[in-house]
């Protein structure tokens, strides 16, 4: 089993930056890619970001591009999204994912591990 753990969401301001932070713990495989999603009350989950094994390879979805920066620390195994100049639009529910593998996944269908979500609120 492997687990993912979200942090790092909460209640902030228009214009307000936030990271968020995803550990991964359990049997992990010796590989995996990660990404970030997110899904808001009442519409479909969309990526938001994904990072391959080494970071070599990243991917930014529509939604934040532009304004979200992915990493990892693979020592830590700890992925990151740094999220800058919040809107309202921006609320959602965020989910961390974990394919295994090197490559980086670009749907969701992609990923084997997913966490429970962290919250990020964005008051207007």
């Known amino acids: 089993q492997v687990q993912l753990v979200e942090s790092g969401g909460g209640l902030v301001q228009v214009g307000d930056s936030r990271r968020l932070s995803c550990v991964a713990s359990?049997?992990?495989?010796?590989?995996?890619?990660l990404g970030w999603f997110r899904q808001a009350p009442g519409k479909e989950r969309e990526i938001v970001a994904a990072?391959?094994?080494?970071?070599?390879?990243?991917h930014y979805g529509d939604a934040l591009k532009g304004r979200a920066t992915i990493s990892r620390d693979n020592a830590k195994k700890t992925t990151y999204l740094q999220i800058n100049g919040l809107k309202p639009e921006d609320t959602a529910v965020y989910y961390c994912?974990?394919?295994?593998?090197?490559?980086?996944?670009?749907?969701?269908?992609?990923?084997?591990?997913w966490g429970q979500g962290t919250q990020v609120t964005v008051d207007s």
């Open positions: 359990g049997q992990l495989p010796g590989s995996y890619g």
């Open positions: 994912a974990a394919s295994e593998g090197e490559a980086l996944g670009y749907y969701y269908f992609a990923y084997d591990w």
């Open positions: 990072i391959s094994w080494n970071g070599g390879l990243i």
